[in-house]
Structure formats: C-alpha cells, structure tokens
C-alpha cells in the first residue's frame, strides 16, 4: 500500500527534459563535413525494487561506421539530475532527487550503428531510478531527468576518420519495451488504466483470452491535490503488474489481457466507492477484446491487496482466482472499523491465494493475511520469513516481489499455474 514510510526503494527519475554540451566550442566534424547534434534516449529497466535507467542510446549511426574497438568507458561522462514533477510542500520531503555522475560500465554499438553507454545500475543503487516517493503524501511520482553528456575522446570511424560531437539533446521519451507494450486508456468515469494484449502465437490463437486484474499498491495511485495523475507508477514501481506479461506468464496463461486500473487516490479510502469504477473498466475490456469471461483473474498488492478481497465480496462471481499480497482487512490506521469485517471475508467465494511476509513491518501479516486466511473458507496462503531475491533483502512489505516471479507453490504447483486452472464455471 505504500503508506507514508521513511523510504521506498522504488526511487529515482523519471520523463525526460533537455540535454548537455560536449567540448563547447568545436563543432562535430568528420574530416571537414560538420554534423548537427545527436539526439539521445535513456533506457529504462523495471528492477524487483522499481524502475531505474539502465543505458542511454545515442542516435549516431548516420554518422557512418564506427569502429566499436575505439569506443570505452572513458569516452563520455554522463551527469544526472532528478527532481520532482510538483512542487513539495514546507516541511515535506520526497526520496528519490539527485544530482550526481552515472559510471559508464560499457560502451558498444547496437545493431542500427547507434553507440549505447551502459550504466551502472543495481537494486537499492541510489541515483538512476524512475520514481521519487513524497512522504507526506504517500506518493511515488515520475521525477524530472536532466542528463547531460560529455564527449572526452573522438569517435573514430571504419575509415579512421574521427567524430566529435558538439551537442547532445535528450529526447522527452523514456524507453522502457515492458511497459510500454502496455496501452494507456481512461473509462468513461474517469479512471486511467493501462492495459497489456497479446501478442505473436498468442494474439493470433482462435478462442477467447483470460484477463488479469493488477491493482496497485497505495504509493502508486493518483495525487489529485496536486493535480498529479500520471498512469505510469502502477507499472514502474514493481514488477506486479509487468510479471503477468513476461513470456513465461504468458505461455502459462496461453496469451492474457493485463488491465491495471490507477485509483484516484488509494484504493482503502474508499474501497465500495472504487469497486464499480474498476468493474466498469473490466466491463470495457471484456467487450471490446476477445475475453473468456470464465477466466477473469483478480490480483494486488498492500491498498490493492485489500482491493482485491473487497472486490470478490462485491462481486462473488466475476472472478476465477484472487490473489491477495500483504492486503489489509483490520482497521488502518488501528483504533477504527476493519476495512473488510470478519463476516465478508467468510462469505468470500471466489479461490483464494493470500501471499505475505512475516517480517512486514507495514502490515501486520498476521492480523491481515493470517486472519483473512482463516476466514476465506478453502483458501490457500504462503508466508515467507523474509523478501530476498539474488541476495538482495528487500523490505518485507514487498512480498508482490515473489508474486511477480511465480515464486509461490504448493505440493509443487506454483501461484501463476493455479491461477491459470481456475475456471469461474
């Protein structure tokens, strides 16, 4: 849910802003024919813990040849600014800003000819992501880029003529395949949306497709105070979302529809209020695409953890599976009603498969997860002791991480394979 906490890790910059001089004064030449500048793109990568940029592009293949043996990692400096979309009120804080050099771990040619610079790049590296968390809002945002490129060495062609740019312009456009492969969209009421189709054998397959519903954490909703609505946190700040359109997912799933809605606000302020906006966009879906309305799969994290319980006690027959990550059902903050009471969650119907952490420290796993499990009649739950994923430990609310990579099994059948068997009828 991403509740106000003192750091995310899912920091770090985000659209794109202008550029940077190499060696002012001398103009790019080849021999004695000038070029104009050269416009560059930053790539960006989806990690376990958040987006960050991973390499930048720069747009030099109709330069001509380059030799690749003259190209190292000291022939450009690469500095990076990020900073907030809004503005940050007095006394708030948000995570994430900075303004530091990028190491340049390689250089290489892609197949057009255009020189790539890849960048060092790690979970919990600062400096490089996508996203910067405003605390006092509870909010992840895009951030501001500002790289600025310096050329340090000529670039020297197959003909052994030698380049030096004279400037460099970023695009506005932050290259990320995975999430752009998902198309943005509003409902009728209002509510943004992103939605993932499948593609190649799987597109082209007769028959109907399941949907997956991915309801985001509360960090990746709107922030309309701010007039901030963005419908790119709910897919750049985990990989929930972007799992359930990876390969792997979708030959197990034989080809599904990813929707993820973006709530206004957060889901748990106003969960009955949410429900039929996000059944309106299901309805959209489902009639303008090729869907199996016996295979509609509900799915999220911390808020849309909760979201997804709540929404199979609106509507007890409209889903297949739900899968419940670090949800919340007691009260939040403690001292009030419980989100969703102890006799909803024992009429909840639709299979169950509750994932949470015990060492989550921003919802009790036991008085949500645990609690829900022992009510949800048949349901199926994993906890796990920590959130360690390549040695790396993250915090234990981000238990999704384990969801996003069909970590969880049962007497050897993983979450994603049971989910797919689930048929509503």
């Not at 016996?294 to 979201?307: K, L, Q």
């Not at 015990?358 to 645990?370: E, F, K, S």
Request: with cysteine.
């Amino acid at each position: 849910m991403a509740t106000p906490i003192s750091r995310r890790t899912v920091l770090a910059a985000g659209t794109g802003a202008a550029a940077g001089l190499s060696l002012p004064g001398v103009a790019a030449y080849a021999d004695d024919h000038a070029t104009t500048g050269v416009r560059f793109t930053l790539n960006a990568q989806v990690l376990d813990g958040g987006e960050q940029v991973t390499s930048i592009t720069l747009g030099t293949a109709r330069l001509g040849p380059i030799d690749p043996a003259g190209l190292t990692p000291a022939t450009f400096d690469v500095r990076a600014k990020a900073t907030s979309p809004i503005p940050i009120a007095a006394g708030d804080v948000i995570f994430g800003e900075y303004d530091l050099d990028r190491t340049v771990t390689a250089v290489r040619l892609d197949r057009r000819g255009d020189i790539v610079l890849d960048l060092s790049h790690a979970e919990g590296q600062t400096g490089g992501g996508t996203l910067g968390y405003i605390a006092g809002r509870g909010r992840n945002v895009m951030l501001d880029l500002t790289y600025t490129i310096t050329q340090r060495a000529p670039i020297v062609l197959r003909d052994h003529r030698s380049i030096t740019i004279e400037s460099f312009v970023q695009d506005r456009r932050l290259s990320d395949p995975e999430v752009d492969a998902f198309s943005s969209h509003i409902s009728g009421a209002g509510m943004k949306y992103r939605l993932y189709s499948p593609t190649g054998s799987h597109a082209s397959r007769r028959g109907r497709h399941p949907l997956i519903v991915w309801l985001h954490g509360g960090g990746e909703g709107a922030s309309l105070p701010d007039g901030y609505y963005d419908n790119e946190t709910t897919l750049r700040a985990n990989r929930g979302a972007l799992g359930f359109a990876t390969p792997q997912a979708q030959r197990i799933f034989d080809g599904a529809y990813v929707l993820v809605p973006q709530s206004t606000s957060a889901w748990m302020q106003d969960g009955p209020r949410f429900a039929p906006l996000i059944r309106g966009i299901i309805g959209d879906v489902t009639r303008a695409n090729r869907i199996d309305h016996d295979r509609i799969y509900v799915a999220g994290c911390s808020n849309g953890g909760y979201m997804s319980m709540k929404m199979t006690t609106v509507y007890p027959t409209l889903f297949a599976a739900s899968v419940p990550v670090c949800g919340v059902v007691t009260s939040f903050p403690p001292g009030g009603a419980p989100l969703i009471p102890d006799s909803e969650l024992a009429g909840i119907s639709t299979p169950s498969w509750l994932v949470a952490s015990l060492d989550d420290t921003t919802v009790d796993p036991q008085a949500n997860t645990v609690h829900a499990h022992g009510l949800i009649p048949g349901s199926l739950m994993t906890l796990y002791d920590h959130v360690v994923r390549n040695g790396h430990q993250f915090a234990g609310h981000w238990s999704w991480i384990y969801v996003a990579r069909n970590d969880p099994g049962i007497d050897g059948t993983h979450l994603w394979q049971w989910m797919a068997a689930r048929r509503q009828h």
